[in-house]
């Protein structure tokens, strides 16, 4: 899971960080033709997959075992974690961060810089937590630590009235938030049977999809009535809630 997160980030980090120089020479519209024209590439490339002729053999999936699926406590405890990580990211750097870039003086040629110092660190961690992180602190401990750094980082951006300084908070929260992903994704299937483990993955994407959506709503609202620091505080509060259920649920599991 590890290995498979560092190439979306690096796609991520390709992408991103070469769009404030595209914006400095051809606009803002040049980011939507390019990404177009780079869809188009990618279902061109999707015509020469193929799947075997004889097919895949697997039974259909029952109802009955989507239900026993979607009850399985650890399935359901990673989910909720990982809907309040996507609350997190998507309402930080893949939301309002852009705006608090402006907001504090920066331009649209800064947003390479910002995007690197965020992920940079992001790519590094996904290969960090597999291989050092959890076999020293296990897996619990290594989400309380992840999500603890998260909330932290995430509640101080408001406090970032610098360039220099946002860069700083942003490298250390993309590093920690880079953490949670792969770790959650291993998690969420460990305890489903290996027939039925692409079902529980339906089902852990389809709930953490909540996240994306739901976190950059809420904040957007607080940001309306409050201003676009409320929304900061806001995720940097779910962060705080997920370090708490974590320490709670370990310490059952040790019970």
Known sequence: MGSISFVVVLAQLLGMSISGYIVVEWGWHALFWIGGIMSIAGVVLSLFIFEPKEG????????????????EPLLLKISLLS???HSIIFTTMFGFIPTYKLKIGLQ???ISLVV????????????????????ILGQWRSLKLAFGLTSFF???IPLADTKDWLY???????????????????????SIPHEKRA???????????????????????????????AGFYFVGVLGVVATLLITIWNKNQIK
């Open 199 to 229: 079902t529980a993955m339906g089902v852990y994407q389809a709930l953490y999809a909540i996240g994306m959506f739901a976190g950059p709503f809420l904040a957007g609202v607080l940001n309306s009535y409050m201003g676009i620091a």
């Open 56 to 71: 895949i053999q697997r039974e259909p999936v029952k109802l009955n075992d989507l239900i026993s699926i979607m009850r």
């Open 154 to 156: 995430t509640l101080i």
């Open 83 to 85: 809907i309040l990580a």
């Open 108 to 110: 649209a040629s800064d």
């Open 168 to 190: 700083v908070i942003q490298g250390f929260n993309g590093f920690s938030l880079r953490l949670l992903f792969p770790l959650m994704l291993g998690m969420a299937i460990e």
């Open 116 to 135: 690197f110092s965020f992920m940079i660190p992001h790519a590094i961690a996904t290969l960090l937590a597999g291989k050092l992180l959890v076999p």
